[in-house]
């Protein structure tokens, strides 16, 4: 019995399926790609870190994305997806392929100006990275349909012009390693999604752009960005 109605379950869409993979965290891997890292300003040789997403800012794709609020300079950045079937604590490496249940395509929009100002203050990236409808994601493969999570080309395009173009072999941590070392810090679960690190070529959105990538093998997606909420 609750006091007030519990919320729906967040889920995302399953690739040829009508059932849904419930999201219980998003976790996101910062500075995956070492382009992305120097175009950013940072050290390559820094070990891998996380921050976090809400599970109700994902969305299904196709959809149409409100142009969140607070910001002038909002970032797309196209990511693989994997989507956590079984817990765990301290995984080894060589087991990590048996907890992951599929994978996927996803964006981790990015209020660009409140991220930059809360680095040169020292604050945490909430702001920045977790608002609503921050994590639109293509419908989740089940991994007995997905070719490698270690090559593949990943890119986006915006109104048909590329701007982010790489492989998912550049990632600097390994789908594997990445895993394993946040398994290290907390228990994964059953409906964990792990946006796994962009590559270079991340740039400013407005509202009417439409938003199209994808991961070879994996998924596709197509996110037009709507006016603002």
Known sequence: MYVIDPPAQASLAVAGS???????RIFCVGRNYEDHVIEMGNDTREPPFFFTKPADAVMDTPCTMPYPPLTQNLHHEIELVIAIGKGGVNIAE????????????????TRRDIQAEA???????????????????????????VPSLEKGRIWLAV??????????????WSVREH??????????????IVMTGTPAGVGAVVPGDVITGGVDGIGELEVT????G
């Open 225 to 228: 960005v709507g006016a603002a």
């Open 179 to 192: 895993v394993a070392i946040l398994s290290q810090a907390m228990e994964l679960a059953p409906g964990d």
């Open 18 to 24: 009508e059932y849904r993979f419930p999201v219980r």
């Open 119 to 145: 680095k040169k203050m020292g604050r945490p990236w909430d702001w920045a990275k977790a608002f609503d409808h921050s994590a639109p994601i293509a419908p989740i493969r089940p991994m007995a349909e």
């Open 159 to 172: 109104n048909g012009e590329t701007r982010q173009d790489s492989d998912i072999e550049m990632m600097i």
């Open 94 to 109: 060589v087991d990590v392929m048996d907890h992951i249940w599929g994978a996927s395509v996803g964006l981790d929009m």
